[in-house]
Structure formats: C-alpha cells, structure tokens
C-alpha cells in the first residue's frame, strides 16, 4: 500500500510537471509566432489598439482591407475576421479588446451559416480556450458548454488543439495574414459555379442572444458598430438575411447590405470562389463600405 501511495503521488507529480511544461512552451510560441493566427490572435487579445476593427467569419477575413479603410477615413483598422468563426467566438473576441480600450468603429460582417444556422456550438470554442483568463471569457466559454471550466485547469487541454498552428506559426506560417490582419487571395474563379439561391434563415436563439449583448456593449461604451452582407457570387436577394435585417432596424444599428449587389455578384474577376472575393473584389468592396461608413460617422456625429 506504501509503495503504491509514493508511486501515485510520483504520478501525480510528473503529470503536473509536464502540464506546467507544456504550458510553458506553448506560451512561449504564442508570443513568439512569425505571423499567421497565433500572432493574429495575441495581437488582438493584448494589444490592439486600432480605432476601426472588422468582425465576422473567412468572409470578413478576405474582403475587408484594412489599409483601404486607413487611407478613406483616417483611422487606424485592423481585421478580426476568422475561418469558420461566428458570433459565439468573436463576442469573445470582441469582449478580449473592449476590457482593454473602446474602439471607435467596429464593423461585423455577419454570415448565415455562422452567425444564423444552429450547429455544434463547440466548434466555436477553439482558440479562444487560451485566453479564458480575460474577464467574460470564461461566461462564455460556460455558456457554451459548463463542463469547460474545469476542463480548462489543465494546460494541456487548454492549448492541445491549437498547438500544431502554434508550432507552425513559429516555423512557416500557413495563412498569409499582413500586419493588419486582412488575408488576400489572388486566385480568379475561372469557372461558372453552381449556385443556389438561399432562403429565409431561421436564427438561432443563442447566437441572436449574442448579438443582442454585442448592441447592448457598443451602445454602453459609445461604439458605433456597423452590420454587412459583403458579396455573394450570383446572389440575387439577401433573403437568407431578412430576420437579422429586422433586427437591425429594431435596434437602429446601420446595415450595410452588398450580399446581392450588382456590383460585385457577377463578376467572377472579383471572386477567388462563390463564397469570397479576392483582393481586387476585396479592395472595390473595401472602398465601396468605406465610402458608406464615413457618411454613418458624419451623421452619427
């Protein structure tokens, strides 16, 4: 009984070790990364202090450029979009930069298949596991789904998902994100997709609630948050948005609505694939929304 007490404290001792290890090293690569999401992702978390920030999934990630929306307005910008993110990570995100500072303008490209459809809400929960440490974070995270908040004690829970970008990020970084955090993509669809026209979305009574808290905190602390349906190729309503539309006008948030905007959605020059622009789509977007954002500014001021 003796041998077998000393043997399990033994155990015990190296596997906290190794989870003290393990965290170690994996907060070194986050403040060490090149580039790519690891660095995007400390940057916003601890450092942003950009006057304009863009919100939303790979849609705002590679339609909104920064640089662009700088030269139209003056204003500092950086580019929060994520892959395959919605509401339920970047209200996190969102709530990493306003515990430090307020922004002046944030804009949230809202996407149907992330921020609207129901799905698996812990796919959202990734990466922003590493900082739960920031004051709301955890809420969220055990709003999600409670068991999290245990879970996340550990270190090798905490950053096991996200390590291989970690290690990536520090060696050769596979996003091309620049400095302010837009990701281009220079491809040109040479071919004609299939498209089909979407319906009216039923919105998911978490993610609306989500979006509820993001109005509530602009309002609270003087932000004024812009909505937007950037381009879809072929499109030829924004339907598929007529719930959140409404929202919109309920709370009187401005909505900036190109999803089926002649300007854009027949024009394969400006798409990568039906579902993104590429840079040059992304900047005549980019100066198109910038355009409409100084007038809101002018008007809200």
Request: proline share 3%.
């Given at each position: 009984?003796?041998?077998?007490i000393?043997?399990?404290?033994?155990?015990?001792?190296?596997?906290?070790?190794?989870?003290?290890?393990?965290?170690?090293?994996?907060?070194?690569?986050?403040?060490?990364?090149?580039?790519g999401?690891?660095?995007?992702?400390?940057?916003?978390?601890?450092h942003?202090?950009?006057?304009?920030l863009?919100?939303?999934?790979?849609?705002?990630?590679?339609?909104?450029?920064?640089?662009?929306?700088?030269?139209?307005?003056?204003?500092?910008?950086?580019?929060?979009?994520?892959?395959?993110n919605?509401?339920?990570?970047?209200y996190s995100?969102?709530?990493?930069?306003?515990?430090?500072?307020?922004?002046?303008?944030?804009?949230?490209?809202?996407?149907s298949?992330?921020?609207?459809?129901?799905?698996?809400?812990?796919?959202?929960?990734g990466?922003?596991?590493?900082?739960?440490?920031?004051p709301?974070?955890?809420d969220?995270?055990?709003?999600?789904?409670?068991t999290e908040?245990?879970?996340?004690?550990?270190?090798?829970?905490?950053?096991?998902?996200?390590?291989?970008?970690?290690?990536t990020?520090?060696?050769?970084?596979?996003?091309t994100?620049?400095?302010?955090?837009?990701e281009?993509?220079f491809?040109?669809m040479?071919?004609?997709?299939?498209?089909k026209?979407?319906?009216?979305?039923?919105?998911?009574?978490?993610k609306?609630?989500?979006?509820?808290?993001?109005?509530?905190?602009?309002?609270?602390?003087?932000i004024?948050?812009?909505f937007?349906?950037?381009?879809m190729?072929?499109?030829?309503?924004?339907?598929?948005?007529?719930?959140?539309?409404?929202?919109?006008k309920?709370h009187?948030?401005?909505l900036?609505?190109y999803?089926?905007?002649?300007?854009?959605?027949?024009?394969?020059?400006?798409?990568?694939?039906?579902?993104?622009l590429?840079?040059?789509?992304?900047?005549e977007y980019?100066?198109?929304?910038?355009r409409?954002?100084?007038e809101i500014?002018?008007?809200?001021?």
């Open positions: 009984m003796k041998k077998f000393i043997w399990f404290i033994a155990f015990v001792v190296v596997i906290v070790a190794v989870d003290f290890g393990f965290g170690a090293a994996c907060r070194y690569l986050i403040a060490h990364a090149k580039a999401f690891t660095q995007s992702h400390e940057y916003v978390a601890n942003c202090e950009d006057e304009v863009i919100f939303g999934s790979s849609r705002a990630l590679h339609h909104y450029v920064p640089e662009v929306i700088t030269d139209s307005l003056g204003m500092s910008c950086y580019n929060c979009g994520m892959d395959g919605g509401i339920l990570y970047l995100r969102f709530l990493m930069v306003t515990n430090r500072y307020a922004p002046k303008v944030v804009i949230y490209d809202v996407s298949s992330f921020d609207l459809a129901s799905d698996d809400y812990s796919k959202y929960l990466w922003q596991k590493r900082y739960a440490d920031i709301g974070v955890m969220v995270i055990a709003d999600i789904n409670p908040k245990w879970k996340l004690k550990s270190n090798l829970y905490k950053y096991n998902g996200s390590f291989l970008q970690m290690l990020d520090n060696v050769h970084p596979a996003h994100l620049d400095k302010t955090g837009y281009p993509s491809k040109v040479d071919y004609e997709p299939e498209v026209q979407h319906t009216r979305a039923n919105w998911d009574a978490k609306k609630s989500y979006f509820e808290k993001l109005v509530s905190d602009c309002h609270e602390k003087g004024l948050l812009i937007a349906y950037s381009p190729y072929g499109m030829q309503s924004s339907v598929v948005y007529d719930e959140f539309t409404a929202f919109c309920e009187n948030v401005p900036l609505d999803y089926a905007s002649a300007d854009f959605v027949h024009k394969k020059k400006y798409f990568s694939d039906s579902n993104h590429n840079d040059t789509g992304a900047r980019t100066m198109a929304v910038a409409e954002v100084k500014i002018v008007e809200d001021n």
